[in-house]
């Protein structure tokens, strides 16, 4: 199983960027799809929830750690987005996609694949 992220890049403070996760090697609709940041100088345990969409095969969830966020998924691609509005600063981090299963999406450690991260800075 692969997950390739992509989309970061440097914008200014109240732009908006979408980010792209394409999932190679696993059965997409089966899998809960997560987004999470890691800012600047943090270690991995200390990734931040950002974004979460059910598998398909379940009753439909969304759900965002702020409005300003917004998950999707397309399963005809095998490709998950995230979909971010009104950025500030404290949004700069490296930005990864993964597939959950089981409970508690909002935990990292309940995530079996990582994409690698894309990197975002907002520029004040």
């Known amino acids: 199983v692969q997950l390739q992220a992509s989309g970061g890049g440097l914008v200014q403070t109240g732009d908006s960027l979408k980010l792209s996760c394409k999932v190679y090697?696993?059965?997409?609709?089966?899998?809960?799809l997560g987004w999470f940041r890691q800012a600047p100088g943090k270690e991995p345990k200390e990734r931040e929830y950002?974004?979460?969409?059910?598998?398909?095969?379940?009753?439909p969830m969304i759900d965002s750690k702020e409005g300003r966020f917004v998950i999707s998924r397309d399963d005809a691609k095998n490709t998950v987005f995230l979909q971010m509005n009104s950025l500030k600063p404290e949004d700069t981090a490296s930005y990864y996609c993964?597939?959950?299963?089981?409970?508690?999406?909002?935990?990292?450690?309940?995530?079996?694949?990582w994409g690698q991260g894309t990197l975002v800075t907002v520029s004040s």
């Open positions: 993964a597939l959950h299963r089981g409970s508690t999406y909002k935990l990292p450690i309940n995530y079996d694949y």
């Open positions: 090697g696993a059965n997409f609709p089966t899998w809960g």
């Open positions: 950002v974004a979460f969409a059910s598998r398909t095969d379940m009753p």
